[in-house]
Each structure stands twice: as C-alpha cells, then as structure tokens.
C-alpha cells in the first residue's frame, strides 16, 4: 500500500517569509497533485505534476517533482495570510481509481 | 457555474443511529467520489460512483454504501454509527471516472458522532 508522507506537519510563520513542504512517496508516483484546503472548504487543485525534474510556478508558489517521482516539494515566496490552510499532495494512481492523499502541511500565516 | 454543494454542511448523531449525507455534482459531472477525513487518517477513499454504478470501492466496512441517481447526485449512507464515525465527508465530482480526470471538491458535511 502506497504511503504519502509530508513534512512538516505544521508551519506557523509571518507574513514575508519563505517556506517549503514536502511529500514522499514509499513508490513512484502515477502523476502528483498539490491540493490547498482552506477551513469549512473542500480541497481545490493548485497543480498537477507528471514528468520527473519537472518545475511549475504559479504566481508565488513552485512546485517540483523529484527526477526519482517519488517525492515532491511547494515553495511559497513572500507568504501571504491568504495562503493560510492545508496543503495537501495526492497521487492520481489509486489502485480503484481513487486518490491517495498525505496527511498535510498545515500552514499557519500571521499578518 | 455552480461548485459541488453537500447538505447538510453540519449533522450531530449518536451512536447506533443512521445518517444519509448528500452530494449534487457540478452540472454535466457523472462521476461522484467520496472520501473520508479525520486528523489521524487524512483523507479516505470511500467509493466512486459514475452513471448510478459504484465504480470502485474503499477499504470501509459494509455499515458505509451510497448510490446515484439518474441526475448524478449521490447519496452515502452510514449505518450503526460508531464514534470513529466522526469526520468530515468530501465528495467530489469529474466528468467521468477514474482520479485523472480533474476532481472538483464540495465543501463537505462535518459528522459528529456522540
């Protein structure tokens, strides 16, 4: 059984500053995705990573893949207070079609 | 267009009770998922279901099942509910099945199981 580990499990920083969180996989991902879910909201998709070495950037935020795909990293430059929630990865390769998720960064960002 | 709407957004049971939580999908969306998510569990794949069939299946016990209508919403039924009940109930809705297809979350139903 595939296990999503993330690290870490809680961030609390000021607004300004810089951050990464991780996700390790035991196997090689299918494709990963990098979910935030705000409180009282579902999840939404930020990025969907397929090809290993593979970097996106969305606005402040830079996803990596690992050349392995077995692990993956979110960089938030210059975090806001809207980006407070939990950042979760999931890959898209469940063995009944389903995701399989990490159990989150819970990320904590003070004005 | 409309997001994925769950009601109701919050339900208080005890234990030995039943409960039937409900999910519209995004119009034109035919495949509904459900996942379960509690602190030490993370989020859970419960079951999938697309054109009024359950596609796949979670690891959960029997007391856990849903179905579809013809419109696509879906309903997942707890029965005899324990306390390890208590969770926050996702679904999520795609055009069709499988996770490689863009899943689109709702803001889920909070369970409390006295």
């Known amino acids: 059984t595939q296990l999503l580990e993330q690290s870490p499990q809680f961030l609390s920083i000021q607004e300004g500053e810089n951050l990464t969180v991780y996700c390790n996989s035991s196997s090689v991902f299918s494709s990963l995705q990098w979910y935030r879910q705000e409180p009282g909201e579902g999840p939404v998709l930020l990025v969907t990573?397929?090809?290993?070495?593979e970097v996106k950037k969305l606005k402040r935020l830079t996803f990596q893949f690992g050349d392995a795909r077995k692990d993956s990293s979110l960089h938030i430059t210059a975090a806001q207070p809207g980006d407070t929630g939990l950042y979760l990865c999931?890959?898209?390769?469940?063995?009944?079609?389903?995701?399989?998720f990490g159990k989150g960064t819970k990320l904590s960002v003070k004005p | 267009k409309a997001g994925v709407t769950q009601t109701p957004r919050y339900l208080i049971k005890t234990r030995g009770q039943q409960v039937t939580l409900s999910c519209s999908p995004i119009?034109?969306?035919?495949?509904v998922s459900w996942y379960q998510q509690t602190p030490g569990q993370g989020l859970q794949f419960l079951f999938e279901?697309?054109?009024?069939?359950?596609?796949n299946k979670g690891n959960f016990p029997g007391r856990f099942s849903g179905r579809q209508f013809s419109n696509s919403r879906s309903e997942m039924n707890v029965s005899t509910l324990e306390l390890g009940d208590s969770a926050l109930y996702l679904c999520?809705?795609?055009?069709?099945?499988?996770?490689?297809?863009?899943?689109?979350f709702g803001p889920g139903t909070r369970l409390t199981v006295l």
């Open positions: 999520a809705s795609s055009l069709m099945s499988g996770s490689s297809n863009e899943q689109f």
């Open positions: 999931a890959d898209v390769g469940g063995s009944q079609g389903n995701l399989i």
């Open positions: 279901y697309f054109s009024e069939t359950q596609r």
């Open positions: 990573v397929v090809t290993g070495g």
């Open positions: 119009s034109g969306h035919r495949s």
